[in-house]
């Protein structure tokens, strides 16, 4: 197995609101010592699944020694749960998560160094808004599998459903009308989805099994603010429209989905046709967890945007 150089740390992040001292838990692969290698930071999605599905990014530092920099968002992992705030629309904004990343971004010293972002589905929507308030330092961004609107991310998943097996599809519109998402049979028929337009590897990677186990284990963010279901989206997530604000985004951005995401094309397409520098790929043997089930390719494909001159 190999090994890599690794730092663990932990970070203040005063949020008032919280009622209670707050902190965020991170991990570097490689060294930031090396000043002309800006580090990659990687947003994991959810919101709440934490970093450890991301685990597969220390590719790029095997291959291109760029340092990789994971973190757990708050609420989930290994940074301050805040259980009690489950349902709190106020509390989990946008606004919270970008305060977190730029604190972790100036306790690491990054601004004159610089950076990259590798947002993944949630993590890319908050990637793509704070790359739209052009924070100093930030050098280039990828967003893999991430909606730029999530209305048009929910009609997305009504086409993924129309395509399962009629009885599955059934299932699972009946528990969602019930309110039913704890049963045997809505998990039974909401593996179906996940296997098809989530992560299509048979067995689920173990970092990947972590990451459900973390939404299991502490729902209170993914359940403020996308709702019960990844084909649901009944939370504050819901009127989103990121792309609104994705002119303002002047660094070079790679774009990637997968084939059978349940991010499908047309949900992507805003980015694409708003973003000033941009380039798109859809990997043709993944669905939503490209860095999984296409890994050679993806890693090739950030690498070498990451690390052209």
Not at 167 to 195: M, N, W, Y
Not at 232 to 241: C, I, N
Request: aromatic share 10%; net charge negative.
């Amino acid at each position: 197995m190999t090994t890599y150089p690794t730092l663990e740390g932990e970070v203040d992040f005063r949020v008032p609101a919280a009622g209670k001292p707050c902190k965020t838990w991170y991990k570097i692969i490689g060294s930031l010592e090396e000043p002309s290698v800006p580090p990659i930071i990687a947003l994991h999605g959810g919101p709440g699944a934490g970093h450890d599905y991301l685990a597969s990014l220390s590719d790029i530092y095997e291959t291109r020694k760029i340092p990789i920099i994971l973190y757990d968002q708050i609420g989930c992992g290994r940074s301050t749960h805040l259980r009690e705030k489950a349902g709190d629309e106020s509390f989990w904004t946008f606004d919270l998560f970008i305060q977190e990343l730029d604190n972790l971004v100036d306790h690491l010293g990054l601004r004159s160094k610089g950076f990259h972002l590798l947002g993944q589905s949630w993590g890319g929507m908050l990637a793509g808004s704070y790359a739209a308030r052009r924070p100093l330092g930030l050098r280039r961004l990828v967003l893999s599998g991430s909606p730029a609107s999530m209305p048009l991310y929910k009609q997305a998943c009504k086409y993924r459903l129309a395509e399962l097996p009629a009885d599955i599809r059934q299932t699972l519109e009946e528990c969602d009308r019930r309110g039913d998402h704890d049963s045997p049979e809505f998990k039974e028929a909401s593996a179906v989805f996940i296997k098809r337009y989530v992560c299509r590897l048979d067995p689920l990677p173990e970092p990947i099994r972590r990451t459900f186990k973390n939404l299991k284990d502490d729902p209170t963010v993914y359940s403020t603010m996308q709702g019960h279901s990844e084909f649901a989206t009944v939370g504050t997530l819901k009127d989103w429209e990121g792309w609104k604000d994705a002119q303002k985004i002047q660094v070079e951005t790679l774009l990637l989905n997968g084939k059978y995401d349940e991010v499908m094309d047309f949900v992507v397409e805003p980015w694409f046709r708003t973003i000033n520098r941009v380039k798109w790929v859809t990997l043709e043997n993944s669905s939503h967890t490209l860095l999984w089930e296409d890994r050679e390719r993806f890693m090739q494909l950030c690498g070498d945007f990451l690390s052209r001159e």
